[in-house]
């Protein structure tokens, strides 16, 4: 079961440029089983872009995360959500529980996006 939580509609590279932010969804994945279930930090990054466009009804943002996703609960990593125009966001991921082989984690975007870098 996903559960979306939204403090906007707006699309989420609009919120990029305008400032205006997702406050975050949540959602889990079986990741099969092992003692300490982990994502990888490709299914990661395209979980949370499915998630995100989901939530806002826009196309998948590019979204990339650094690491792997340990699934114990209260590990979080910090992903990256590049727009069109360069700017950035800040994206947490933090997991809230796992059962078994199945990861629960929450997606919370930052308040404040990075602009893109001036060019020459």
Excluded: Y
Excluded at 35 to 58: F, H, I, N, R, Y
Excluded at 70 to 93: E, F, I, N, P, Q
């Amino acid at each position: 079961m996903i559960t979306i939580r939204l403090s906007a509609a707006a699309s989420i590279l609009s919120a990029v440029a305008a400032g205006a932010l997702l406050v975050g969804c949540s959602a889990s994945v079986s990741v099969g089983t092992s003692t300490t279930p982990k994502m990888s930090a490709d299914k990661l990054a395209t979980l949370v872009a499915e998630k995100l466009a989901d939530t806002t009804g826009q196309p998948k943002p590019d979204i990339t995360c650094p690491e792997d996703l340990a699934g114990k609960a209260g590990t979080t990593t910090r992903c990256k959500l590049t727009a069109d125009d360069g700017s950035t966001l800040g994206v947490t991921v933090e997991v809230t529980s796992v059962d078994g082989d199945q990861i629960n984690f929450d997606i919370e975007a930052d308040d404040t996006a990075s602009p893109a870098p001036a060019s020459n």
